[in-house]
Structures are given as structure tokens and as C-alpha cells.
């Protein structure tokens, strides 16, 4: 079947504008998480739903960092007024529930680039 | 609260061992291991929860020692198609989020 689907994969902008990544999970997942990797280092969490809900958006790195998940299938990442250092590759994944040991599946990722 | 990886990088010969551990100062719940090869997404291994199940790959093996909060992934008679970045990201109890380690890149030569 489909694993996990990111668009667009290559991302460019310039300083200040807002961006929009967007996740589709693979069908009957019930979780999905956003992660935000720089290169060489491991996944850093941002933020996860279990369906529609919101349960931990701890990782998100300040305010203009915003998500949701509005009918518990696709996701959208947003990021307001970006700047230089949001520059990086953000994954999502996804899995069957959260926590208890499901394994999470990955997506190809949005490499971000703001000039 | 980051889990702690070593080595940070192995380089072995077509057909050695090598281990990989991962350890945490926070109680943990479950272990998850995950390789990442260049330009492609984390691919899952395999999952250690505490109580002592596992669920993952027939070829691949690991530990969870619970006491001491600590993971090992052993990799045997090693093959080319293992290189990449070994990640382990731990569950804390109650978390059901995962925390990613440093990694730990593995080079096969043949």
C-alpha cells in the first residue's frame, strides 16, 4: 500500500513569507507526528495527533509554528514570517496509536530552504 | 533527556559484527531503532518495550535492559546494504512521543 506522502518535497522562500507543508498519513493510521531533522542529526519531535486532536505540540520551537490535522486524516505544518533559521528537512510519520510501541512510519520530507 | 548513542560511527568489513547502544538517564517504555540511509527517510528495525517484547525484523537483534535503561542493536555477519545511520528514539513512560538520539553511521566496506 501507500506509505506516507509530504508536498512539496523541495520547498523555497524567502524571508518573512509563510509556508505550508502538508502530510498524508497512510490510511487507518491514527497518529501522526511532525518532526523537524537537520542534517546528520536524528528526528527532533515537534508535535503530534491522535485523529483531529492536538496531544503534544511541546516541540514546536516558538509561535509562528502552527499545525492541525482538521478531519484526523491529512496534516498541514505552518510556519508564519519565516526566517533563516527554519532551514531544514521536516518529516512527518505516522502509526496505527500512539505510544505502547507502534512503529512509526516516515515520509520523504520537505527540505525547507529560506533565503 | 536526549538518549545517549555510541559509538558515533563504526567502520566495519563485509561480514563483521557490530554493536550499537543507546541509554537513557529517564525510565523508559519502549526502544525503537530506525536506519536512515543518505537522502532517504528513517526505515524502522524494530521496537523493545519494557517487559520484554519485541516486534521487528527476523535478522535483526537487540537488548533492552530495563534496569539500566540502556538498548544494544547487534548487527552479525554484516552486509553492504546495512550502511547508514543507526537511530535509536526512546519512549519515556506515559510520553507517547519519541526522543531521537545523535545516531551512529555505519560504513561497510566490502
Known amino acids: 500500500g501507500a506509505g506516507v506522502s509530504q508536498s512539496p518535497r523541495y520547498k523555497v522562500t524567502k524571508r518573512g513569507q509563510d509556508v505550508a507543508l502538508r502530510c498524508d498519513p497512510i490510511?487507518?493510521?491514527?497518529?501522526l507526528y511532525w518532526y523537524r531533522q537537520a542534517l546528520g542529526q536524528g528526528p527532533e519531535f515537534l508535535t503530534y495527533f491522535n485523529y483531529e486532536a492536538q496531544q503534544d505540540k511541546s516541540g514546536l520551537p516558538n509561535d509562528r509554528f502552527s499545525a492541525e490535522r482538521p478531519e484526523g486524516s491529512i496534516s498541514t505544518l505552518t510556519i508564519q514570517r519565516t526566517e533563516q533559521r527554519d532551514s531544514a528537512m521536516y518529516r512527518c510519520?505516522?502509526?496505527?496509536?500512539?505510544?505502547?510501541?507502534?512503529?512509526?512510519?516516515f515520509g520523504p520530507g520537505t527540505r525547507l530552504t529560506v533565503t | 533527556q536526549q538518549p545517549v548513542q555510541s559509538p558515533q560511527a563504526v567502520i566495519l568489513r563485509e561480514g563483521e559484527d557490530a554493536v550499537i547502544n543507546c541509554s537513557s538517564s529517564k525510565a523508559l517504555y519502549s526502544v525503537h531503532w530506525y536506519r536512515q540511509k543518505h537522502g532517504e527517510a528513517p526505515v524502522f528495525l524494530m521496537i523493545l518495550l519494557k517487559g520484554g517484547e519485541q516486534k521487528g525484523h527476523e535478522k535483526i537483534s537487540a537488548s533492552f535492559n530495563e534496569k539500566k535503561q540502556q538498548s544494544s542493536l547487534y548487527l552479525t555477519a554484516s552486509q553492504l546494504s546495512y550502511s547508514g545511520t543507526y537511530f535509536c528514539g526512546t519512549e519515556l513512560q506515559g510520553a507517547q512521543k519519541l526522543v531521537f538520539g545523535q545516531g551512529t553511521r555505519l560504513t561497510i566496506n566490502p
Open positions: 510519520a505516522s502509526s496505527l496509536g500512539a505510544g505502547k510501541g507502534y512503529e512509526q512510519y
Open positions: 490510511s487507518g493510521h491514527v497518529s
